[in-house]
């Protein structure tokens, strides 16, 4: 013969409503609700294939944009350097003259000497305009601080306040931007 438990006479009755409730299912052995799957339960399936795209989707455009990023700061470096290299191929023929000049003999006159040396100047300077490179000569013209800088005032109130009188070292720029000011003198009255 089974044993079946007695029931304990000082234990509440049970109902039908006490077991469907969520306080009795709860307690005791806890075994999923068996339902048949409803609308919610698609929305919520479908709300997790989409959050799972998105969550994809978000990872493939990071690892793209990463690698945009990498590869732009190469092309950046690739662009930086092919300009370095032109540039440093332009003044390879200065280098070349300068060195035929310290190899000539010094036979010859100052001013045989000084006619080389100034077109080797030119040359140099038509490189650096090639480059869009341009000496600011301020000698004159009124000090301006965003490309000249003040190294010496003198008192002259023969002249105007802010005239430039000497220059001791010429500026220049490329384009647009200012590569180095121009080293003045100024009057100051």
Same mark, same amino acid.
């Given at each position: 013969?089974?044993?079946? #438990?007695?029931p304990d006479p000082a234990a509440p009755e049970s109902?039908?409503?006490d077991?469907?409730? #969520?306080a009795s299912s709860t307690q005791g052995d806890e075994r999923p609700e068996l339902r048949a799957p409803g609308p919610q339960d698609e929305a919520l399936a479908s709300i997790? /294939?989409?959050?799972?795209?998105?969550?994809?989707?978000?990872?493939r455009k990071s690892a793209e944009f990463d690698n945009y990023r990498r590869r732009v700061e190469k092309?950046?470096?690739d662009l930086v350097e092919h300009a370095n290299a032109d540039l440093a191929t332009a003044l390879l023929p200065l280098?070349?003259?300068f060195e035929r000049a310290l190899q000539a003999p010094s036979t010859g006159t100052a001013d045989a000497y000084r006619q080389g040396v100034e077109l080797i100047y030119k040359q140099l300077l038509d490189v650096l305009a090639r480059y869009g490179v341009?000496?600011?000569?301020p000698l004159g013209a009124d000090f301006d601080p965003h490309v000249h800088e003040a190294v010496a005032r003198e008192i002259d109130p023969a002249r105007r306040d802010g005239e430039i009188v000497e220059v001791f070292a010429r500026g220049y720029q490329m384009r647009d931007r200012l590569l180095r000011p121009a080293r003045v /003198?100024?009057?100051?009255s």
């Open positions: 013969m089974a044993d079946y #438990p007695t109902t039908a409503a077991a469907t409730s #969520p997790e /294939r989409e959050r799972d795209e998105l969550k994809d989707l978000l990872l092309e950046r470096r280098v070349d003259n341009v000496a600011i000569d /003198r100024v009057v100051q």
